[in-house]
Each structure stands twice: as C-alpha cells, then as structure tokens.
C-alpha cells in the first residue's frame, strides 16, 4: 500500500519570505502522480500543483515550486515571496493510474504566515 | 462552470440513526470520490464513482455505502450512526477518473453524531 508522510506538523514564515513543506511517500508502483493541495479555514480543498512521476523537470506554478526527488521518494513544496492569503494547511498527496482517482494524503502541515 | 456541491452543509445526528449525503460533480465530470476528514485519522478515502459503478473502496465498514446516477451526482449513506462518525465529508469530482486528473473538491459537509 502506498503511504505519504508528512512529519512537519506546523511551519511558519514572515511574509515575503521562502518556506519549505516537506513530503515522502513510499510506493512500489513506476507510474504515479503526486500533487499539494490546500486547505484555508473555509476548507475548501484547493489544489497547488501536480508532479507527474516520468517527468524529471519539476513543477513549478507562480510562487509555487517542488522539489521532486524520485529516487529518494520525496517530494517538496517551496513556496517564495510568502503572503498572508498563504495560511492554510497543506497537504501532499499521491495517485496512480491503477487507483482511479484514488487520494492517498499525508498528515498535513499548517502554515502560519506572520506579517 | 459550478463548483462541486454538496448538501447539506451541517448536519446534527443521534447515535443509531442513518444519514444521507449529496454531492453534484461539475458538468461533464463522470467521477466522484469521497473522503472523511477527521483530527484524528486525517484524510482517508471512502470510495469512487465512475459511470455509476463503484470503482474503489476505502477500509471502511459496511455501514458506508454510496451510489452514483445517471447524471453522476452521487449520494453516500452511513447507518446506525456512531460518536466517531462525526466528521468533515468531502465529495470530489474530476472528468475520467483517472490518476493524472486534478479532483475538483467540494465545501464538504460537517457532520456532528451526538
């Protein structure tokens, strides 16, 4: 079974500043996907970026970058010039083609964005 | 287009009873997911809904089932209700159901079992 670990419960960064979110996930399977979604206090999940498996280029999405690392099976969430609108929890969360639309999620980070 | 959306918002059940969930995917989207959200076990998968056959399923007892119609809204029952039931539901929708899709999330509904 597929599992992702997320073992920062809580970050926090000044504003406009770079944080760094952390993920590992453990999987037997070659082809997979890999995303971050967020969380705000309406709870809406909102997802951040994807990361596809077979591409070695990681993703990046404005303020929003990974740092994709197949081999060591980690996959990180930098996230640059940090805003208030930010704040939210974060989670890192796996899917492959035999899954469907299957989620498995990690235990998510809250980020706390000081003015 | 509209979101996902789900009824009812909130919900205050009694131990024992059953409860009845909706979701409505975004136009065109064939897949729907559902997810508990709970402090203590986090996220965790229910099951999926493709073309209206369940297509995967969470470790969950029996008592959580769900369908999906003809027009891919989907609803999920839990019976006999218990205290550890109370949780955020969350309904995703996305158009085929496959991995590489990004899931639509709905606003969820905050279900309390008291």
């Known amino acids: 079974a597929q599992t992702v670990t997320q073992s920062q419960p809580e970050m926090s960064v000044q504003e406009a500043e770079t944080v760094t979110l952390s993920c590992t996930y453990d999987t037997s399977e070659s082809d997979y996907y890999l995303f971050w979604y967020k969380q705000p206090p309406s709870r809406q999940m909102i997802l951040v970026i994807r990361q596809e498996a077979y591409k070695q280029q990681n993703a990046t999405e404005n303020r929003f970058s990974v740092n994709f690392q197949k081999a060591a099976k980690s996959f990180s969430l930098k996230i640059s010039d940090s805003q208030l609108g930010d704040a939210a929890m974060y989670f890192c969360?796996?899917?492959?083609?035999?899954?469907?639309?299957?989620?498995?999620f990690g235990e998510g980070t809250q980020l706390t964005v000081n003015p | 287009k509209a979101g996902v959306t789900q009824t009812p918002r909130y919900l205050i059940k009694t131990r024992g009873q059953q409860v009845t969930l909706s979701c409505s995917p975004i136009s065109g989207h064939r897949s729907v997911s559902w997810y508990q959200q709970t402090p203590g076990q986090g996220l965790q998968f229910l099951f999926e809904?493709?073309?209206?056959?369940?297509?995967n399923k969470g470790n969950f007892p029996g008592r959580f089932s769900g369908r999906q119609f003809s027009n891919s809204r989907s609803e999920m029952n839990v019976s006999t209700l218990e205290l550890g039931d109370s949780a955020l539901y969350l309904c995703?929708?996305?158009?085929?159901?496959?991995?590489?899709?990004?899931?639509?999330f709905g606003p969820g509904t905050r279900l309390t079992v008291t």
């Open positions: 995703a929708s996305s158009p085929r159901g496959a991995g590489d899709y990004e899931q639509y």
């Open positions: 809904y493709f073309s209206e056959t369940q297509r």
């Open positions: 969360a796996y899917s492959s083609p035999k899954g469907g639309s299957r989620l498995t």
